[in-house]
């Protein structure tokens, strides 16, 4: 997910480059996506690159009731500019910078998309996680699946 910008950084302001990638596998942590789509534009800025666009996944975890392992479709949308190294002329600035800012173009003019799909995709995975909305769980005495068998514990 890295790209050379530099020719883009070259061009006028308000041109565009458009890709499309698709990844089989993305970590980020403890979290493991799938299936990964992602469209972006990135558009020439006044001096550095705003990037933007969509991504599509998939993430599997477990239902927090009945512990059955889900799918789950996630999307999402980002728009952050990226920031050229080299436009940050105050050397204190750029070392505050470099330290706090992730969406940086580097030395070599690349970006890497890798913070943008971490970031976005971790925040749109769902606090509560069901395998459907109506799921009725683990019998607490047995653990029998509520949703595939009554048991006679109650
Ligand atoms: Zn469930
Ligand atoms: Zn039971």
Excluded at 22 to 37: R, T
Excluded at 52 to 72: E, F, H, N, T, V
Excluded at 76 to 97: A, G, H, L, P, R
């Amino acid at each position: 997910m890295i790209f050379n910008v530099a020719t883009l950084l070259s061009k006028n302001v308000g041109e565009k480059r458009k890709h499309k990638f698709k990844l089989e596998n993305f970590s980020a942590g403890k979290q493991n996506f799938i299936d990964i789509v992602c469209k972006i534009t990135m558009l020439k800025t006044h001096k550095n690159i705003l990037v933007y666009g969509d991504i599509g996944a998939k993430y599997k975890d477990y239902c927090d009731r009945c512990l059955q392992s889900i799918m789950m479709n996630l999307e999402t949308n980002f728009e952050e500019e990226f920031i050229s190294f080299y436009n940050i002329e105050d050397t204190i600035i750029q070392n505050k910078f470099h330290g706090s800012n992730k969406y940086v173009i580097d030395i070599y003019n690349q970006i890497d998309l890798y913070e943008i799909l971490k970031d976005y995709l971790v925040s749109v995975i769902p606090i509560k996680k069901l395998c459907e909305d109506n799921c009725l769980g683990l019998c607490k005495i047995c653990l029998a699946n509520l949703n595939l068998k009554k048991c006679i514990c109650a």
